[in-house]
């Protein structure tokens, strides 16, 4: 009788060991990519082409039809025999790649030459030359190179947003108004991201900040492209030296600029990538806006909950404040609580999870924006007590300094003037 079990006679990790003797790039399981090809884009930008090896192939781009626009990979460096990691958007989608000029290739690629041919197996990363690995990267890595990569993710995606608006699926059902803000190498997840927004017939809205002129912006031609081929498709790209491509005369994010785009923002998700004076700005503005009385903000609270933005790295205070998560649970379980007392205020609560959750979960409402450390906009002064930055690890004084209650959590008893 056929039981459907069929025995795999050679481990794929043996095949796996002999094939890495023969060949670094041959591997069944784990993802590598290969340098191919490398194009200046601006000052600021530099495109950086792989190809996968099989298992990178079949795990990113044959299986459900390849990443979401959006996503990163985190890709492993050795520079003088120390390894380091680093995360990077993949720019476009799998079935629409971001092709380098044919010319450029030429010159830098000869040898691989019929690998951009490959609809199927090209991945693009964009990175600002600035550090060790992306200098390596950038400028020195020979082409040839092969890493060690992540499989591609990260939940800066469309399906973020349908999960934004209330668990309902309106993304995927109804067009919907989507704006997307960058600000200089920011704007390299968005060319994946506006594609399939674009495929999806949603209303696309790019704003751009640069302080490049409008010939030099990134992915220019892509973006005339879609701008052709879709009418719901705006852009705007601001030079912040070059008054003449200033959004309402201003060559920052405003309250004014946001306003002049004319889109239904109370129904609007808001995706950003840029600098943290960037999302300040946006936090700002969209604060200012629904505090403002405006008949078209019916669900005023929802402004702010409609913004999405994009952040590598650290996320343990994600893991310290996620009530869902099994590490989240040890982790509280590992700090005693503490008293937190509002000055300004008289209030107090006890709390072992950040100043800010804290407070709401004792029913205080305190300000916030992005939760993330970003924007600022939870700051405030301390006025004693010892708080522990779950960002950077910091430990603080016990004197009187600023502090961002989204990601400290208390250490002894705490006075905050509020
Ligand atoms: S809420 Fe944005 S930094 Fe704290």
Redesign the pocket.
């Known amino acids: 009788m056929a039981t459907g079990y069929r025995p795999e006679i050679i481990q794929r990790a043996f095949v796996d060991f002999i094939g890495s003797r023969l060949h670094p790039f041959w591997s069944l399981t784990r993802p590598k990519l290969r340098l191919i090809a490398r194009q200046v884009l601006n000052d600021d930008l530099v495109a950086v082409q792989f190809e996968g090896n099989h298992a990178f192939k079949r795990q990113a781009l044959d299986s459900d039809g390849g990443w979401h626009g959006g996503q990163h990979i985190n890709l492993t460096v050795v520079i003088d025999a120390i390894y380091h990691q680093r995360y990077y958007s993949l720019v476009g989608l799998p079935k629409q790649p971001f092709y380098l000029q044919s010319d450029i290739d030429n010159s830098e690629n000869s040898e691989n030459s019929e690998n951009k041919q490959s609809q199927s197996n090209i991945v693009t990363i964009a990175i600002k030359p600035q550090g060790l690995v992306s200098n390596y990267l950038t400028q020195q890595a020979p082409l040839g190179t092969i890493f060690d990569s992540s499989l591609p993710d990260g939940d800066f995606t469309l399906a973020q947003a349908k999960l934004d608006t209330q668990g309902a699926n309106h993304l995927s059902s109804t067009p919907s108004s989507l704006l997307f803000i960058a600000g200089g190498s920011g704007i390299t997840p968005m060319l994946g991201l506006i594609t399939q927004a674009l495929s999806q017939s949603h209303t696309v809205t790019l704003l751009y900040y640069s302080r490049m002129p409008l010939a030099e912006t990134p992915f220019l031609k892509h973006w005339q492209q879609l701008k052709d081929s879709y009418p719901n498709f705006t852009y705007h790209f601001i030079d912040t030296e070059d008054p003449d491509s200033y959004l309402v005369g201003t060559r920052h994010l405003s309250v004014e600029s946001l306003l002049a785009l004319n889109l239904p923002l109370e129904n609007t998700q808001i995706f950003v990538c840029g600098s943290q004076a960037l999302l300040a700005g946006l ?1 700002d503005a969209v604060q200012t806006i629904t505090s403002l009385d405006m008949d078209s903000l019916k669900d005023k609270c929802s402004l702010r909950d409609n913004i999405i933005f994009e952040r590598f790295g650290n996320l343990s205070h994600e893991l310290a404040i996620d009530d869902n998560s099994h590490n989240t649970d040890n982790a509280k379980d590992d700090i005693a609580k503490q008293t937190v007392y509002l000055r300004g205020r008289q209030r107090q609560f006890d709390t072992n999870t950040t100043l ?1 959750i804290g407070a709401e979960q004792a029913g205080i409402t305190l300000s ?12 405030c002064n301390k006025a004693s007590g010892v708080v522990k930055n779950i960002e950077t690890g910091k430990i603080s004084s016990n004197g009187y300094e600023s502090i ?4 400290n959590i208390a250490m002894t008893d705490v006075v905050l003037d509020i």
Request: glycine share 12%; hydrophobic share 20%.
């Open positions: 936090y800010l916030y924006g992005c939760r993330q450390g970003i924007c600022q906009l939870c700051r961002q209650t989204c990601i």
